[in-house]
């Protein structure tokens, strides 16, 4: 018998796990499922991965069905030997395989999550993470300096009954730039995350030539989906509103001065990083009008009127003193960069 055929036929039994399902951790695999195929499904081969003097004695598998928020985890025998096939076509295939010994002690064990490709309806769609709808992306970051540190944001579908969630943000593979991410904290009532991340090592005065590149892995039971984003630094830069903004008046009572400083988050070398301001004056209480009245277009414009704005590249401006008793608001941007203006700082005079 020749032997090439039996190579070739053993090459595909073997390919064939190897791609059905990727690693994503120690111990966690994902498996890619495309739910609108009739005839879907995987096959899967988990290998009980411990020492021959172990796997001596005889290995059985076992899957768990755990009932979250109740601490009792339920193990369904699934099959014996160092080696346990899964065809994997839907979420209950998914789940924790644990291999144990003669003795009941375990050895190892594979946790299976199913990414949903495309539904049954055949759409691309994510049920765990959630579109910004403005920014069309799952993810946003934003840096209040060029420090090198930045916020990244994300929000979740609300969960009808509580699950085992799981975020981890992290540098794609392959990355140039090393960038660390805290453990992502959740706001529960918004149902939106938020990571703080750091880049180590980076040029705080040089230009950014490689982007930042960033996954987003996302867990919730045994659903797993992802997203990615990529981004430099000094388009995500959005500054803290300018702080302690207040008012004075000239000796000669003809003009009033607004004040305010530098957000002091904002890097502390001013000269390499110049702030631009956005004054907006207006009539004091008349931002609550407009807010009352905004169903309401023709008064909305008409409210608008007495507005005036300035730009100005210095921490004051000096205003004529009709101008007293007025609310006043100013936010600050980079000089030289393309990036967001901040929130607004304001103030009102009372006179
Ligand atoms: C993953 O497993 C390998 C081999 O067992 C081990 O060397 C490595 O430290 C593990 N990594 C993590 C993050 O636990
Ligand atoms: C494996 O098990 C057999 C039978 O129980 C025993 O004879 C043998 O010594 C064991 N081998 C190892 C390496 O433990
Ligand atoms: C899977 O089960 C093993 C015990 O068999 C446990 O140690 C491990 O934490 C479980 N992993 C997950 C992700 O549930
Ligand atoms: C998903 O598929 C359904 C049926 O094919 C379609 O009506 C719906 O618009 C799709 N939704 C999205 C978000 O593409
Ligand atoms: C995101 O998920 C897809 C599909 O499961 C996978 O092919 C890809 O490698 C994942 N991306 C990263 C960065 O892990
Ligand atoms: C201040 O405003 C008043 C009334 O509009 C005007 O008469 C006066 O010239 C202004 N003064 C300055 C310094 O602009
Ligand atoms: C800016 O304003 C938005 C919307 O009001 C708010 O969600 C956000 O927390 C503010 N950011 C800062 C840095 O104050």
């Known amino acids: 018998m020749d032997h090439p055929p039996f190579i070739l036929l053993s090459l595909v039994l073997f390919a064939i796990p190897l791609e059905a399902a990727w690693k994503l951790k120690n111990n966690t695999y994902i498996v890619d499922i495309d739910m609108s195929k009739p005839k879907r499904g995987e096959m899967v081969i988990l290998k009980c991965e411990a020492s021959e003097k172990q796997l001596n004695s005889s290995v059985h598998w076992e899957k768990s069905s755990t009932r979250y928020n109740s601490n009792s985890e339920s193990w369904v025998p699934v099959g014996y030997g160092t080696e346990h096939q899964v065809h994997v076509e839907d979420f209950p295939d998914g789940g924790n395989y644990t291999c144990r010994n003669q003795k009941k002690e375990i050895l190892h ?23 910004h709808s403005d920014r069309k992306t799952f993810f946003y970051c934003e840096a209040k300096t060029y420090s090198g540190s930045f916020t990244c944001y994300w929000q979740v ?104 400083e530098y957000p002091e988050s904002w890097n502390t070398q001013h000269t390499f990083f110049p702030l631009s301001f956005h004054v907006k004056v207006e009539e004091a209480g008349e931002t609550q009008k407009r807010s009352a009245r905004t169903h309401e277009g023709n008064l909305r414009k008409r409210s608008t009127k007495g507005v005036q704005y300035y730009n100005v590249d210095t921490t004051s401006l000096t205003l004529n003193r009709t101008n007293a008793g007025k609310a006043y608001h100013v936010q600050a941007r980079d000089r030289y960069g393309d990036s967001s203006w901040s929130n607004w700082s304001s103030y009102k005079h009372s006179m």
């Open 109 to 131: 064990y594979s946790n299976l999550l199913i990414n949903e490709i495309i539904d049954k309806r055949g759409n691309y769609s994510k049920q765990i993470l959630k579109e």
């Open 157 to 260: 579908t609300k969960q009808l009954k509580p699950q085992h969630e799981e975020m981890v943000l992290k540098q794609t593979e392959g990355g140039v730039r090393n960038v660390i991410c805290s453990r992502p904290s959740l706001d529960e009532i918004r149902s939106v995350y938020a990571a703080n991340c750091q880049e180590i090592g980076g040029c705080l005065h040089g230009e950014e030539i490689q982007g930042i590149t960033l996954v987003l892995h996302a867990i919730r039971n045994k659903r797993y989906e992802n997203a990615t984003t990529s981004f430099f630094i000094r388009n995500i830069v959005k500054p803290d509103p300018p702080q302690n903004l207040r008012m004075s008046s000239s000796s000669k009572k003809s003009s009033v001065t607004l004040q305010w």
